[in-house]
């Protein structure tokens, strides 16, 4: 018989267990301390909520890509956190909450979404740490920086990175840019001066004002603009310089190209460390300012080899100088001039010019839409899965095929066996003077 006292406080001290552990249980929405937020369906709307500014990484768990982000993540939560504003990184498996992620238009992994006071933006910027703190600092602050003195501006200057375009406003009021800078938040700093001295106007070449100056800080290209500022042509001014003069052309940055719209004056180049890829990239940025209407841009052949391909390069000689539309076109031309030394030039303007004029030979290139290098990563994954299934496919139908034959084979065996015992026994009757039928004839009686 059980002790009724003993039941009772057995009973107590598991249900006092129940209420420390609620009481102790972690919050998932508790104060950030340089972690990444692991959210579910039941604490994801709580978290957008409660926080302005957070990044939510849409993630799949077998995802390679997914894995490389993470550590990235977790580095970049430790400087966010002291961020004025804060900003919190957050994460959330999509093919688990696949609600969530149709919500919010997930079709590839990762897919990064940064939320500002609730409302989500897609984040296509940078991912290595220190490069995806500068963006998501840019994202938090103010549309337009208002600056004071030079110092002020230099500070910025060394601060923002060199991850965006800064367009400078000098004697610029700040409702002239307000809107160009609401639009393209995700593609450049932009930033008003109250006040500049001479010295501002040596230093980033301006000569008169109002003047709205666009700065590149890793190649150290800057043009100004000095209007008008009024219908598009400050809009323009702004589109065809977030990418400088002339850049290289990358995986990385090859979205914007797309972007950007207009025709790519392409340089594909054997090594861009050779002496001879200097020059044409000196000639290049000399040409430029004049086709306004062309992205001057350089591709390595060594450092991508398959994009490079794409225009048939295989066997050709470098360097090679091709009008790309950016898809499936390219253009060449049918002028006799080599694209080396002194010549290079005078290439590009035959180039450019027979472009123009409709003359230039267009070429498809070679597979499917150079757009393909920048399709998603959860595109690659499910042609991967694909193979893999139809790898694994394969290898079951051949192992049953096999298994089959085996069993086929052992079968065939097996009868062959007793056709050689039966004959076996019928020669062994034989040869003790019984015939078949007199070995029938003796068991049938052995029977009765």
Do not use: C, M, W
């Given at each position: 018989m059980w002790n009724r006292p003993l039941l009772i406080l057995a009973a107590k001290f598991l249900l006092a267990l129940r209420v420390l552990g609620q009481v102790s249980a972690p919050d998932p929405l508790q104060e950030v301390r340089g972690e990444v937020?692991?959210?579910?369906?039941?604490?994801?709307?709580?978290?957008?909520?409660?926080?302005?500014?957070?990044l939510v990484d849409f993630y799949a768990p077998w995802c390679g890509h997914c894995k490389q982000l993470s550590p990235e993540l977790d580095a970049a939560a430790w400087t966010l956190e002291k961020n004025t504003p804060s900003i919190v990184l957050a994460k959330i498996n999509a093919e688990k909450y696949t609600g969530l992620a149709s919500k919010y238009k997930v079709s590839a992994y990762p897919a990064l979404r940064f939320f500002i006071n609730g409302f989500p933006t897609d984040y296509n910027g940078p991912r290595k740490a220190a490069s995806l703190v500068l963006h998501l600092q840019k994202?938090?602050?103010?549309?337009?920086?208002?600056?004071?003195?030079?110092?002020e501006l230099e500070e910025f200057i060394l601060t923002s990175g060199n991850s965006f375009p800064v367009f400078i406003g000098f004697g610029v009021q700040i409702s002239m840019i307000l809107e160009l800078a609401q639009q393209y938040k995700n593609k450049a700093w932009f930033v008003v001066m109250e006040s500049f001295s001479v010295k501002a106007m040596v230093d980033y070449n301006f000569d008169r004002h109002p003047a709205i100056v666009v700065?590149?800080?890793?190649?150290?290209?800057?043009?100004?603009?000095?209007?008008?500022?009024?219908?598009?042509?400050?809009?323009?001014?702004?589109?065809?310089?977030?990418?400088?003069?002339?850049?290289?052309?990358?995986?990385?940055?090859?979205?914007?190209?797309?972007?950007?719209?207009?025709?790519?004056?392409?340089?594909?180049?054997?090594?861009?460390?050779?002496?001879?890829?200097?020059?044409?990239i000196k000639e290049m940025k000399a040409a430029a300012p004049a086709n306004r209407a062309f992205v001057f841009a350089y591709v390595d052949a060594v450092k991508w080899p398959e994009f490079v391909e794409s225009f048939h390069?295989?066997?050709?000689?470098?360097p090679r100088f091709v009008i790309w539309n950016g898809d499936s076109d390219y253009f060449v031309t049918t002028t006799p001039l080599a694209f080396t030394g002194e010549q290079s030039g005078l290439y590009m303007t035959e180039v450019l010019q027979e472009y123009n004029e409709g003359k230039a030979i267009r070429h498809k290139i070679k597979g499917p839409s150079l757009m393909g290098f920048v399709t998603?990563?959860?595109?690659?994954?499910?042609?991967?899965?694909?193979?893999?299934?139809v790898v694994t496919v394969v290898f079951f139908q051949n192992h049953s095929v096999s298994n089959t034959d085996k069993g086929k084979h052992e079968l065939t065996m097996t009868e062959d066996k007793k056709d050689e015992l039966s004959s076996n026994d019928s020669s062994k009757a034989t040869d003790s003077g019984m015939s078949s039928g007199d070995l029938t004839s003796s068991v049938d009686t052995e029977e009765s």
């Open positions: 937020l692991e959210l579910t369906d039941s604490t994801f709307d709580a978290a957008i909520a409660k926080y302005d500014h957070i994202l938090a602050g103010p549309d337009v920086t208002v600056l004071k003195t030079n110092s700065l590149h800080q890793e190649s150290g290209e800057q043009e100004a603009f000095y209007g008008p500022f009024e219908g598009n042509d400050l809009a323009q001014f702004v589109r065809q310089n977030f990418l400088p003069l002339v850049t290289s052309l990358t995986f990385d940055n090859l979205k914007l190209f797309k972007e950007d719209g207009r025709p790519i004056a392409l340089a594909i180049l054997k090594d861009t460390l050779l002496d001879q890829s200097a020059s044409i390069t295989r066997g050709s000689t470098f998603s990563n959860l595109g690659l994954t499910v042609a991967y899965a694909l193979i893999l299934i």
